[in-house]
Structures are given as structure tokens and as C-alpha cells.
């Protein structure tokens, strides 16, 4: 296929106005002077001027607004190819412009306020290590009256005798919500936090507000979330040390610790013992080594001491064998 020009391109080109009358707002900006038309109207041109855009404007040089001027105009959107390079554009592009009536002014909004810095969480205590370091009794959940009873049933249902902290707490106020979490004081009973909350509407009220997730931060201990169901997901869980999706899951996430914990204490334990019992079997095998090398000096001193008793026995009977021949000598010799 033959590459095509920019002017060929361009010739392929439709653009369509909408159909109908359409208000757009702006600032008025290169207000012409009034001109004369055709039909002897005066007219004056602009660009209506709001965010990166910029359309072009047409109106009656009687409703012709100040320059900066906020103003909504109200017309037809005409859409015009280029024939000539000008101010407005290069030949063969493209002009909308705006042909109607000044019908109001707007003013301005208010920027929305900054949404409430939140920062990152580098590193995260998972529910396992945190129960491991603390134990269940130290973690606080706040919860409904539904959620702690759900939680209390996974427990006793697994008969886990241990439980958490409990504090009702009200998640259809967010107000409400920080004041008690206001009134949650540093201690060393509470060494974690956990939200959780079955599913339903209005779920997002505390777990997507950014001022209780802040504020939850802010205690500096580790943060649990079990918020609605699995499908639901909430700001919270962008910053919570460990999710699940509901307050039954957490309940199961902590009995699985539990037991987990107990298997390592026990088996520490087990260890610990077997240690012990192999200590124990090393000082008696060594008792019994040295008692066997007393034994074995013992009987090489003994065995010393025979060998010389031994030699001096040997003397005496040489001795006595040499007196008795020289008796026998002289025995015979008198003779």
C-alpha cells in the first residue's frame, strides 16, 4: 500500500457536531472587537477558555463579554475544515466553534481539600508471629455485638479456652468510630489491633475512610482488618499488617495460630527434654569411663606391684638354689 500525504489524509477526515443545543462554560479569552456579518448583525468572536481545552466562540457584539469573564454559553457547535493557513490553524484541519448567546455567568468551585496523607508500611507483624510474641490475649478487636459473637462461636467451637479483647464499636459514624478509638490508651494488655465487621451496606464508612485508617496508624501497634466478605475490599486493607475477609476468617486464623504455637511448645518442650535425657546419658557414660580408667590404673599399679614382687621372689630363689649347691659343695668335699 502507497504511503498517503497529510493532505490526503486529512481529505478522509468527518467530523460531526452533536445535534441540538449545548451550553458550555469558560473564561471569555481574545474578545474581538464587534464585526459586521452578512446579514448586518454585529457579531464578536472569542475562544472560551476552561481546563487544557479551548473552543471557539461566535455571539451577537450586544451580549460580548469581558475578557476573563466566567460565562456559559448556550448554541450550536459548527464544525469548519480550514481552507487557508491563519491564526486559527494550518489549511485542511479542522475549527469548532460555538455560535449562540451569553445565557449566565458560573463561579468557581472550591478545590477539594487534600485527602489525608497516609504513609506506607514498610513491614508487617502477620497474625501467626504477633499471636507467637503476645499471644491472643493482648490483641483488642473492634467489632459489633454479631462480630464478637461469630469470633466467641469459631473459638469455642474449636475449644480454644484463650480470648482476645473485645470493644463495641460504631461503624455507621465515623465520629463515633475515632472517639473510640481516642479512647484506646497505650498499655501492655493491648499490643494489636483488628477491625472486623460483617458484610453489608454502609461498609465503607470506616473501613475506606482515610481519617480512621490515619488514626488506626497512629496507635502504632499491628493492624488486623476482616471487613465484609470476600468480594469486599476496603482503604484499610492497603494498610493492615494481615486481611481477611470476615470475622469468622479471623476467628479461624486465630485458633490455626493457636494450635500452631501449642505444636512448637510442645515440640520445643520434647526437644528440651530429649536434650535433658542425652545430657544426662553423657554424664553417666562419662561417670562410667572414668570409674572404668580408676579401674584400669588400679590394676596396672597392682599388676607393677606383682611383677616386682615377682622379681624379688626370683632373687631369693636364686640365692637359696646358689647356698644350697655351695652346701652340697661342701658336703661332698668332707668326704
Not at 183 to 191: E, L, M, T
Request: glycine share 10%; proline share 6%; with cysteine.
Amino acid at each position: 500500500m502507497a504511503p498517503l500525504t497529510p493532505e490526503a489524509v486529512l481529505e478522509t477526515v468527518r467530523l460531526v457536531a452533536p445535534m441540538g443545543i449545548v451550553a458550555v462554560q469558560g473564561y471569555a479569552e481574545n474578545v474581538s472587537k464587534p464585526w459586521a456579518s452578512k446579514t448586518g448583525r454585529s457579531l464578536v468572536f472569542g475562544d472560551l477558555v476552561l481546563g487544557g481545552g479551548v473552543l471557539s466562540f461566535q455571539i451577537p457584539a450586544e451580549a460580548a463579554p469581558e475578557a476573563g469573564e466566567r460565562v456559559v454559553i448556550e448554541g450550536h457547535l459548527r464544525a469548519q475544515r480550514i481552507t487557508q493557513n491563519n491564526n486559527d490553524g494550518r489549511r485542511g484541519n479542522w475549527r469548532v466553534t460555538l455560535t449562540g448567546m451569553v445565557v449566565g455567568t458560573w463561579e468557581p468551585r472550591d478545590p477539594p481539600p487534600a485527602p489525608l496523607p497516609l504513609p506506607d508500611r514498610d513491614e508487617c507483624l502477620p497474625l501467626d508471629l504477633f499471636i507467637e510474641e503476645h499471644g491472643i490475649e493482648k490483641l483488642l478487636i473492634l467489632t459489633t455485638g454479631v462480630g464478637q459473637t461469630d469470633i466467641t462461636n469459631e473459638l469455642v467451637k474449636a475449644r480454644v479456652d484463650a480470648r482476645p479483647l473485645f470493644l463495641r464499636a460504631n461503624f455507621g459514624d465515623p465520629d463515633a468510630f475515632l472517639q473510640t478509638l481516642a479512647g484506646i490508651q497505650a498499655s501492655p494488655s493491648v499490643q494489636g489491633l483488628a477491625v472486623a465487621r460483617g458484610g453489608g451496606i454502609g461498609l465503607n464508612v470506616i473501613g475506606s475512610s482515610r481519617e480512621v485508617v490515619a488514626a488506626l496508624m497512629g496507635k502504632g501497634l499491628p493492624i488486623y482488618a476482616a471487613l465484609g466478605h470476600a468480594v469486599d475490599i476496603e482503604l484499610l486493607d492497603r494498610y493492615a499488617d494481615q486481611v481477611f475477609h470476615s470475622p469468622t476468617a479471623l476467628a479461624s486464623a486465630l485458633q490455626r495460630s493457636i494450635q500452631a504455637l501449642s505444636r512448637r511448645t510442645w515440640q520445643a518442650h520434647e526437644v528440651n527434654r530429649q536434650a535433658a535425657l542425652i545430657s544426662d546419658q553423657q554424664k553417666q557414660l562419662t561417670a562410667h569411663a572414668n570409674h572404668a580408667g580408676e579401674l584400669e590404673r588400679a590394676g596396672k599399679q597392682a599388676e607393677t606391684a606383682w611383677q616386682g614382687r615377682i622379681g624379688t621372689l626370683r632373687t631369693i630363689v636364686i640365692i637359696l638354689a646358689l647356698v644350697a649347691a655351695a652346701l652340697l659343695w661342701l658336703l661332698v668335699r668332707q668326704r
